[in-house]
C-alpha cells in the first residue's frame, strides 16, 4: 500500500492550496484518513482527520479556514486550505487506516508548503 500526497507549494499570505493524496495497491478498506503537519523544530501535529462515513474534526489552528474531504471510491483524502498564514507552513503528511492484508496506518511521503508573508 502507498498514499502519494501532492499539492503543496509556494503561496502569499492569504492564498490557498488543495492538497491531494491517494491510496494505491492491495486496499480492501480504508477508515480514518488525516492530514498532519511538521514545522522545523516542531512535533507533527494532527491537521484534519475524516472517518469513512464523513465525520470530520480538525485543529483549533485551522478551523474555519481548512476542509477535509474524500472520495472514497478513488481512495483519496483532500486538504483544501483558504487564508493561509506563515505558521502554516510546513510539510504536510497524509495518513490513513487501511485494512489490506492487516490493519495499519500509513504515511504518504510529505508534501512542503510553504506561505509568504
Known amino acids: 500500500v502507498q498514499l502519494q500526497a501532492s499539492g503543496g507549494g509556494l503561496v502569499q499570505a492569504g492564498g490557498s492550496l488543495r492538497l491531494s493524496c491517494a491510496a494505491s495497491?492491495?486496499?480492501?478498506?480504508?477508515?480514518?484518513m488525516g492530514w498532519y503537519r511538521q514545522a522545523p523544530g516542531k512535533e507533527r501535529e494532527l491537521v484534519a482527520r475524516i472517518t469513512k462515513d464523513g465525520t470530520t474534526n480538525y485543529a483549533d489552528s485551522v478551523k474555519g479556514r481548512f476542509i477535509i474531504s474524500r472520495d472514497n471510491a478513488k481512495n483519496t483524502v483532500y486538504l483544501q486550505m483558504n487564508t493561509l498564514q506563515p505558521e502554516d507552513t510546513a510539510v504536510y503528511y497524509c495518513?490513513?487506516?487501511?485494512?489490506?492484508?492487516?490493519?495499519?496506518?500509513?504515511w504518504g511521503q510529505g508534501t512542503q508548503v510553504t506561505v509568504s508573508s
Open positions: 495497491g492491495r486496499i480492501f478498506s480504508i477508515n480514518d
Open positions: 495518513n490513513a487506516y487501511i485494512g489490506g492484508s492487516g490493519w495499519y496506518h500509513h
